[in-house]
T-cell receptor
Framework: AQRVTQPEKLLSVFKGAPVELKCNYSYSGSPELFWYVQYSRQRLQLLLRHISRESIKGFTADLNKGETSFHLKKPFAQEEDSAMYYCALSPSGSARQLTFGSGTQLTVLP | DGGITQSPKYLFRKEGQNVTLSCEQNLNHDAMYWYRQDPGQGLRLIYYSQIVNDFQKGDIAEGYSVSREKKESFPLTVTSAQKNPTAFYLC??????????????FGEGSRLTVL
């Protein structure tokens, strides 16, 4: 079975500082990895997916298969980045569903 | 207004009672999901359905039941067998297997409190 671990429940950084939210996974196959975000009073929504190799709102994430990690990074944090972030994994194969980590609450301080 | 609609937003139940949470979508999505969200534990998958009249157990299906009689609807029943039902429940939908992108669209959630 797959597992997603987010070691930090809470993370605080100052505005303009770099931020990295950690995500590690365990899965024997080739997974698809995602980051979801939930802003205050909004629905949980997709932020980015590793397969797209895109930058969304200044965030990037690189899949490191050797370290089984998918850390989310942004060079200069903004106050509007404050939110709950979830890393998620979709196993390969026909069962299309997501396993989520426990989440990291990011607070960007002014 | 398109999307996922969950009802009710808040629900109170006495011990020993079953309760059904509603989830409706008008996105024409094939797949639908129920997650349970507890503080510090993230989202845990209860049940999911890839197509009408078919559904699979997730990681924590015990004490729950679902049905998928219509594409638009995926109700979740929390039975009296669920030992710790007080939680926040999230419903989601996504495109089917053929066009899977990994993007789930979530509802606003239903908070169930057992008294």
């Amino acid at each position: 079975a797959q597992r997603v671990t987010q070691p930090e429940k809470l993370l605080s950084v100052f505005k303009g500082a770099p931020v990295e939210l950690k995500c590690n996974y365990s899965y024997s196959g080739s997974p698809e990895l995602f980051w979801y975000v939930q802003y205050s009073r909004q629905r949980l929504q997709l932020l980015l997916r590793h397969i797209s190799r895109e930058s969304i709102k200044g965030f990037t994430a690189d899949l490191n298969k050797g370290e089984t990690s998918f850390h989310l990074k942004k060079p200069f944090a903004q106050e509007e980045d404050s939110a709950m972030y979830y890393c998620a994994l979709s196993p390969s194969g026909s069962a299309r569903q997501l396993t989520f980590g426990s989440g990291t609450q990011l607070t960007v301080l002014p | 207004d398109g999307g996922i609609t969950q009802s009710p937003k808040y629900l109170f139940r006495k011990e020993g009672q079953n309760v059904t949470l509603s989830c409706e979508q008008n996105l024409n999505h094939d797949a639908m999901y129920w997650y349970r969200q507890d503080p510090g534990q993230g989202l845990r998958l209860i049940y999911y359905s890839q197509i009408v009249n078919d559904f699979q157990k997730g990681d924590i299906a015990e004490g729950y039941s679902v049905s998928r009689e219509k594409k638009e609807s995926f109700p979740l029943t929390v039975t009296s067998a669920q030992k710790n039902p007080t939680a926040f429940y999230l419903c989601a939908s996504s495109s089917g297997e053929a066009s899977w992108t990994g993007e789930l669209f979530f509802g606003e959630g239903s908070r169930l409190t057992v008294l």
